[in-house]
């Protein structure tokens, strides 16, 4: 365990070393862009001033004009050496910018891996987290079982009738409905027409008529 203790000790500080070594080596590059940067722009400023002496003098002084423009071709050299210059330095930059990335991604991976690892031995094999959500499964049955015995009325409504009770309720009902009728007040009922007791009589002219029928009846046999 000491020997383990030591070289991961080791290696860490292998580790820091490297980091704080990309880190200033990555400083320094991004200094030397913004030295080097700096010069590309007076340069340019110079090819530009250049050219203005040039044209300004033209053909009315061609040796002002010719030296200006050797003197812009000079520049335009210099200038072309520095673009590769800063080409070849950015390059460098985001190569040590993506290794000093890649070297944090897989410390912390391994520091995960290490902390996954001390996880897993806590919580031991998988025989053992089996057993475990076993002993969960049956203590909750048990508090189930529990829960249903204590809510169960003892002693009390085990031994009516649902039958018995229903038809008593019908038969309350059916009383509410007589008693409410019988209080029903005689104003609240509709008269009705008297039925007659005689029995109405025919009128004269439908019995001569009858007769005449029955004549006629009996000369016809």
């Known amino acids: 365990y000491l020997s383990w203790h030591f070289d991961r000790k080791q290696w860490y500080q292998r580790r820091v070393a490297i980091t704080a070594g990309t880190a200033d080596a990555i400083q320094r590059l991004r200094a030397t862009e913004e030295m ?10 110079k090819i530009k001033q250049e050219l203005v002496t040039a044209r300004n003098a033209g053909m009315k002084n061609k040796r002002v004009a010719l030296n200006a423009l050797k003197r812009k071709k000079r520049f335009e050299e210099q200038l072309d050496k520095l673009d590769g210059t800063l080409c070849t330095i950015e390059f460098q930059r985001e190569a040590l910018e993506n290794a000093n990335t ?4 897989l410390k912390n991976m391994g520091f995960a891996a290490k902390a996954l690892e001390n996880a897993h031995k806590e919580i031991g094999d998988a025989d053992k987290v089996h057993d475990m959500m076993d002993d969960i499964q049956e203590q909750t049955e048990l508090a189930n079982e529990i829960s249903n015995a204590i809510s169960n009325p ?14 008593e309720l019908e038969a309350m009902e059916q ?7 019988l209080d029903i007040p005689d104003s609240a009922v509709p008269n009705l027409p008297s039925v007659p007791n005689t029995v109405p009589t025919r009128p004269a002219a439908q019995e001569e008529e009858d007769e005449d029928v029955a ?5 016809a046999t």
């Open 102 to 105: 890649n070297t944090e991604v």
């Open 36 to 45: 080097l940067q700096k010069k590309s722009d007076y340069i340019e400023g």
């Open 215 to 219: 004549a006629l009846a009996a000369w």
């Open 175 to 181: 009383e509410t409905m007589d008693e409410a009728l």
């Open 154 to 167: 003892v002693g009390f409504g085990n031994d009516v009738d649902d039958d018995e009770l229903l038809a």
